[in-house]
């Protein structure tokens, strides 16, 4: 809706999905101005290929939304799902996740 656009601070959307065809997936999505950072984590090693060359794709649709600086990186993930929420919450400061 624009109002990270307009307050200087970024956006962050985490989704945390299990799929059949491309394993476990961390997507972050982070917005800010006309920028959008999107890194795709798969715990599939076979899934990296396919989502790389979707990436240009998923760039442009950012970039036709009004995202024009958008980057997407794709990398294996070892599916800790813990330590991804934890660096997440981190920007929040005070959180301890030590047991």
Do not use: H, P
Request: some cysteine; overall charge negative.
């Amino acid at each position: 809706d624009g109002r990270g656009r307009e307050t200087g601070k970024s956006q962050v959307v985490v989704l945390d999905l299990a799929t059949t065809a491309l394993g476990e997936l961390w997507i972050r999505l982070e917005f800010l101005a006309e920028t959008c950072r999107c890194a795709i984590k798969t715990s599939d090693e076979r899934a990296v290929g396919l989502l790389q060359d979707a990436s240009a794709e998923l760039q442009d649709a950012l970039s036709a939304t009004g995202y024009t600086q958008s980057t997407v990186e794709v990398e294996v993930w070892e599916s800790n799902r813990m330590d991804e929420a934890a660096d997440l919450m981190r920007r929040f400061g005070g959180l301890n996740v030590s047991a």
